[in-house]
């Protein structure tokens, strides 16, 4: 049975940074919540808590260290690190949990918390469910419940070479016996948490780098560049005459590439050339890809070609992580560009992710225009309709019945999703088909009848 959460998306706690639930005080109850549900073991705890650059990470950072220390619990603060950062720490410093403060892709004025465990993996529903009944009760409990007093009380303390070690981590995932002398290379770090990292370790292993979104000043994370707007990207691949471009997002767990000629290249391509490589070398793990409902029916199409299995889950590379881990494969990911390789890190990593396609090229010679040819995309479409109401679409008999008719117009040639955002009241309407032109007559259908039944506008 699915775990019911009332603050807790696919990807943590996520909303406007000062109002609820991205609250000073929900912060601090949160906080809270996590150093009572997640302490592991006898002795002193501890959490490390990272962020990416948002101004309201300042706020709210103080607000989950205020939360952790006054249950007795010690927190580490490391400061703009991307998310898989904070995953491979929270493992290496044997801490009882990592939190995130960010919103990844989304504006700033936005923010989010997300939490892994002590083993580096983002918690199942039901511990999240937990932590947010300690959190939203904050007001229910005495003032006179007991708490730790004199040194009980959690210390706080930065951990100055943080950066260092996951460079070193990093660097690791990548054959020594290779450089990447001799490339050059184009970086958006969408002003956001990898401005550090990602220019460090690509320079450190010999690539000569071009780079934008390395500015950040609280406000501009993800404004106009990173992985949500990678035609910035293209066009100074295509003017600087770099050998490939990479483009983060904002907290790094996620990238987008674009291939010598200025093409853009997905997570599904970045899967599809990943898994060729690995299955080749019988490095691919049960010869099985991961991947959601929202991939390009031209991976599993590529992927069956060459004997690979894929797998498909609902939306969120949480639940990826989760079919990954219990069928004990290796390679999985998001066509938005969360790539996770399981036997390097716990979570979604966008360097890992750009360093392994990079070993590829080199290993084969191969140019990133030639790899991606692997794969062909069916053509797609996808229609966001923000509504009032989530309405469960099994509940929606109108919309139902087109849906039904419009998979029967496909027929084996396509397919349809329908599907609401995890972090906001979007109704996602996506149609794949061999035919442009029926996809959209299709998708138009679709979006018709959601609009007839759910009273849905289109989402600018």
């Known amino acids: ?64 260290v205020a939360g952790i220390c006054s249950m007795g619990v010690d927190t580490l603060l490391v400061g703009p690190l991307p998310t898989p950062a904070i995953a491979f720490l929270t493992r290496n410093m044997r801490a009882d949990a990592g939190i995130v403060i960010s919103a990844s892709h989304n504006p700033y004025e936005d923010n989010g ?169 019988g490095g691919l793990k049960q010869a099985t890809v991961v991947a959601t409902v929202m991939s390009n029916l031209g991976l599993e199409l590529c992927l069956r070609d060459r004997g690979i299995r894929m797998l498909r889950t609902k939306v969120g590379d949480r639940y990826v992580v989760e079919a990954m881990r219990a069928g004990g494969y290796n390679l999985g990911g998001e066509q938005s560009g969360h790539i996770v390789f399981l036997d390097h890190n716990t979570t979604g990593d966008g360097i890992l992710s750009a360093l392994q396609v990079l070993n590829v090229m080199v290993m084969t010679g191969k140019p990133l225009s030639e790899l991606k040819r692997i794969m062909r995309k069916l053509p797609q479409v996808l229609i966001n309709l923000r509504v009032a109401k989530r309405t469960p679409i099994s509940e929606c008999p109108g919309l139902l019945k087109a849906m039904r008719g419009q998979e029967e117009r496909l027929g084996e ?27 959209h007559d299709v998708a138009q259908v679709l979006k018709e009848a959601a609009l007839r039944e759910l009273g849905a506008a289109e989402k600018e």
Not at 419 to 434: C, N
Request: net charge negative.
């Open 113 to 281: 918390i997300k939490i892994f465990a002590r083993n580096g993996f983002k918690l199942p529903d039901e511990l999240e469910a937990a932590i947010e009944d300690y959190a939203l009760s904050i007001h229910e409990r005495t003032g006179d419940a007991p708490r730790p007093t004199a040194d009980a009380v959690g210390r706080a303390r930065r951990i100055d070479d943080a950066i260092g070690r996951y460079i070193v981590f990093l660097k690791n995932t990548f054959p020594v016996e290779y450089t990447l002398d001799g490339l050059t290379i184009a970086v958006d770090c969408a002003h956001g948490a990898t401005y550090k990292v990602a220019p460090a370790v690509l320079s450190e292993l010999g690539a000569d780098l071009k780079l934008v979104g390395v500015e950040p000043n609280g406000t501009n994370i993800n404004a106009g560049v990173g992985a949500l707007h990678p035609e910035r990207l293209a066009a100074m691949v295509r003017e600087t005459e770099a050998d490939m471009g990479l483009a983060f997002d904002g907290d790094g767990d996620r990238i987008i590439m674009v291939d010598e000629e200025g093409e853009i290249v997905d997570g599904d391509e970045i899967m599809a050339i990943c898994a060729d490589y690995l299955i080749d070398r």
């Open 1 to 64: 049975m699915e775990v019911q959460r009332k603050l807790f998306g696919t990807d943590g706690v996520r909303g406007v940074a000062n109002v609820h639930p991205m609250t000073v005080e929900m912060a601090m109850g949160i906080g809270q919540g996590v150093a009572s549900v997640l302490k592991a073991h006898a002795g002193r705890h501890k959490i490390i808590i990272g962020k990416d650059t948002r101004l309201s990470g300042y706020m709210l950072e103080n607000a989950l």
């Open 413 to 439: 040639s396509g397919r349809i999703l329908l599907r609401y955002s995890g972090t906001e009241p979007v109704l996602r309407i996506m149609v794949e088909a061999l035919d442009p032109g029926l996809m």
